[in-house]
């Protein structure tokens, strides 16, 4: 399983980014996944998380009403949509495949990761 991100970017504040996540390997409309953040000095935290249905998503307090997760399984594609960004927001971003929920705790797979992209959102 191969995953692999694009989109990130310098962007002011207020802006808006769409980050992508490819998936291959295997069948990506059966797994459920994530978008995960790691800051400097910081741990990786999830952000937010969409079941294999596309159903239900599930975001974190910081971006809940800024960022929209999506899916494409016809395309193998997860999106991150993300829009009145805050320098704050500034990470390396990294796209989860397979992971569990407990409630709505996305809990990643320890393996499918993707490589990150840089999102900087100057002030």
């Known amino acids: 399983v191969q995953l692999v991100e694009s989109g990130g970017g310098l962007v002011q504040a207020g802006g808006s980014l769409r ?29 937010a998380s969409i079941s294999a ?16 997760i999506s899916r494409d399984n016809a395309g193998d594609t997860l999106y991150l949509q993300m829009n009145s960004l805050k320098p704050e927001d500034t990470a390396v971003y990294s796209c989860n495949a397979g992971g569990t929920y407990i409630g709505s705790t996305y809990r990643p797979h320890r393996t499918y990761w993707g490589q990150g992209t840089q999102v900087t959102v100057s002030a």
């Open 53 to 68: 249905n596309g159903y239900h998503t599930f975001y974190s307090d910081s971006v809940k009403g800024r960022f929209t």
């Open 19 to 47: 980050l992508s996540c490819v998936v291959s390997g295997r069948t990506f409309g059966s797994v459920n996944m994530g978008w995960f953040r790691q800051a400097p000095g910081k741990e990786r935290n999830v952000i």
